[in-house]
């Protein structure tokens, strides 16, 4: 029943191979011949994961441990590296406790894993690059939803204005401004919106410590790939 089966079967005792379908000889690149002929199903084994499998093989087979279910490495034929699934469990194999294994595999899902994390971690860097860019710029800079709240607030917005980096998210203008200047700001959002274009505004803008500052404000609508 195992042969043609998507997922590699073994059994073995003491680590010796008993049985394995074809699946396990298309995974390792060995023949089956090949497999049943080593002196230990460990010689598959990655070296980092030898030791580990070992004592999980003895634990389950002096019944110490159930069933379990674990990723590891192989090394195959060619000497490449593959990630498999394993499902063991004891079994009566001729009238004596013996291990079987059913393996899957999951080469292909830990390399995108891999991608995710390197690219995730680029992206982290590149966010902290481009804080620090725009924290040290000399301008105040920051970026809204379409609601007009504040999702990004660097140094100089808040030191001039109030505007805290982390205080800030989710609130809008009103917040951190006079309600008739407020009022002007969140049109003249509204406008670089819905026009889909820069709106540039030279005037005075209330500090945070009173008073005012002449500024020429760019107001520039971000678009996503959607539109």
């Given at each position: 029943l195992t042969q043609g089966a998507l997922e590699g079967v073994i059994i073995h005792r003491d680590f010796k191979l008993l049985y394995v379908n074809e699946t396990v000889a298309e995974i390792s690149g060995y023949s089956v011949d090949e497999l049943l002929a080593m002196e230990s199903v460990l010689q598959l084994v990655a070296?980092?994961?030898k030791e580990r499998l070992a004592a999980l093989g003895d634990a389950r087979l002096s019944g110490e441990i159930g069933s379990t279910q674990y990723e590891q490495q192989w090394r195959k034929k060619d000497g490449s590296l593959i990630w498999l699934r394993n499902m063991a469990r004891q079994i009566d194999w001729d009238g004596q406790?013996?291990?079987q294994s059913v393996v899957v595999d999951i080469t292909a899902q830990?390399?995108?894993e891999v991608e995710m994390r390197e690219n995730e971690a680029r992206r982290s860097e590149n966010e902290a690059r481009?804080?620090?860019i725009l924290d040290n710029a000399p301008i105040a800079i920051y970026l809204k939803d379409i609601e007009g709240r504040f999702v990004f607030s660097n140094k100089q917005n808040a030191q001039?204005?109030?505007?805290?980096?982390v205080a800030a998210i989710g609130r809008g203008t009103k917040d951190y401004f006079p309600s008739d200047y407020a009022a002007i700001a969140v049109r003249r959002d509204r406008m670089a919106l819905d026009n889909?274009?820069?709106?540039i505004h030279e005037g005075d803008v209330p500090m945070r410590g009173g008073g005012t500052q002449h500024c020429l404000i760019h107001r520039v609508p971000l678009?996503?790939?959607d539109g």
């Amino acid at each position: 029943l195992t042969q043609g089966a998507l997922e590699g079967v073994i059994i073995h005792r003491d680590f010796k191979l008993l049985y394995v379908n074809e699946t396990v000889a298309e995974i390792s690149g060995y023949s089956v011949d090949e497999l049943l002929a080593m002196e230990s199903v460990l010689q598959l084994v990655a070296p980092a994961d030898k030791e580990r499998l070992a004592a999980l093989g003895d634990a389950r087979l002096s019944g110490e441990i159930g069933s379990t279910q674990y990723e590891q490495q192989w090394r195959k034929k060619d000497g490449s590296l593959i990630w498999l699934r394993n499902m063991a469990r004891q079994i009566d194999w001729d009238g004596q406790a013996a291990i079987q294994s059913v393996v899957v595999d999951i080469t292909a899902q830990k390399l995108l894993e891999v991608e995710m994390r390197e690219n995730e971690a680029r992206r982290s860097e590149n966010e902290a690059r481009l804080r620090t860019i725009l924290d040290n710029a000399p301008i105040a800079i920051y970026l809204k939803d379409i609601e007009g709240r504040f999702v990004f607030s660097n140094k100089q917005n808040a030191q001039w204005y109030g505007v805290d980096p982390v205080a800030a998210i989710g609130r809008g203008t009103k917040d951190y401004f006079p309600s008739d200047y407020a009022a002007i700001a969140v049109r003249r959002d509204r406008m670089a919106l819905d026009n889909r274009k820069t709106v540039i505004h030279e005037g005075d803008v209330p500090m945070r410590g009173g008073g005012t500052q002449h500024c020429l404000i760019h107001r520039v609508p971000l678009i996503d790939k959607d539109g």
